[in-house]
């Protein structure tokens, strides 16, 4: 047999990055207290999307907010101070300077 040519086959491993994503619900009075926090503005929820990097969701009473763990917190935290805001007499994160 003739000489042959041998090339050996390259197995490259790529490792896919594990994305850590986490689900928060926040349960709130009624559904006209959640609207009332981002004023019933639809535009404003889809700012905080882009802004933070998270996928909100409202239904009725309740917001699930979805994404990177510290970006949910972030999330939370706006509406924690928006509501904390509105007991102080500021109705809406439209509101905020």
Wanted: aromatic share 8%.
């Amino acid at each position: 047999m003739g000489a042959g040519v041998w090339f050996p086959l390259a197995l490259e491993f790529v490792a896919a990055a594990t994305i850590m994503t986490e689900s928060r619900t926040l349960q709130f009075e009624s559904p006209r207290a959640l609207q009332s926090l981002y004023a019933n503005d639809i535009k404003l929820l889809k700012h905080l999307e882009d802004s933070l990097g998270v996928k909100v969701t409202t239904r009725e009473g309740w917001m699930k907010l979805e994404g990177d763990p510290s970006r949910v917190d972030k999330a939370q935290q706006v509406f924690q101070r928006s509501m904390s805001l509105e007991f102080s007499g500021i109705s809406s994160i439209s509101e905020l300077p």
